[in-house]
């Protein structure tokens, strides 16, 4: 094994945003990279044979067909690793795949990130030590957050950052839609708030729609998380639009309740990205 020194990491898919984000980081360590896409000319042999550790950098059903055919190559020494934003499906196959050490991770990031300082990065450790403690040791040395799980409890949260909030998001969209309302008719009544919330569904239209679609649809979990919202939705508006303005308080004091010291911490957070959208709103204005 090599986990102390310089070796070479074949990123599949590398050819991708994200392959080619990690890429960097990995030359930046001192290790050589192979980028391999479906058209390279590097065989999967080749790719197995020369690096010491394969990393999948493909959509889902993508890296877990790859885990079935680059995987019987590795030997134990070796290791498997992917960077798909759901981690059950992927983490099984890797390790059906493979006698290679496996390595499940999902970057809570894009490759619009500058760098890893202070981004969040989920490992879930499924065979092997050494090659997790590496990977785990080189994020930590750039400044990623690491959180160790398994891939149960990654893709039930997951049900929430990203099943749930890009819904929400799409939500907002589509009833500004049906209400016949675009950006134009709204910015000159929006709040910062607004505008920022505006400027996310913006943002979630104007990037890959079937990116979106499998965040959603592809966790069994989401569906769950959904009823449960969408109950909740139509209980709290009864609350709020039910004529006893004291429910709503009630509510909204058990909510910060619940949360303990974050909304302070929240306040201060938002305030902040809230000021660089104002400034950028009046920017707009003026161009």
Known sequence: MKEDGPFTIGIMGGTGLMGR???????SAGHSVILWGRKSSITREDLARQCQVIILSMPLSASVEEAGRIGPMLAPHQALMDLCSLKAPIALAMEK?????VVA??????PDTLSLKGQNVIVCPMRGKSWCNWLTGLL?????????????????NMAIVQGLTHFVTI???QTLKDMNLTPDDLLPFATPIFRLK??????????DPELFTKLISANPTVVEVLQKFLATAKTTGEIFCGGNPKQGV???NALAQNLGDFPAQAKQESEACLAVVSQQAKNNRRA
């Open 97 to 101: 795949g493979t006698k290679a050490q």
């Open 171 to 173: 939500v907002l969209g």
């Open 198 to 207: 505006l400027n996310l569904v913006g943002r979630l239209l104007a990037q």
């Open 105 to 110: 991770t999902h970057p809570l990031f894009g």
């Open 21 to 27: 984000w990690f890429a960097e980081v990995f030359e």
């Open 250 to 252: 009630a509510l909204l």
């Open 140 to 156: 930590e040395s750039r400044g990623a957050l690491v959180t160790l799980c398994t891939p149960a409890v990654h893709d039930q």
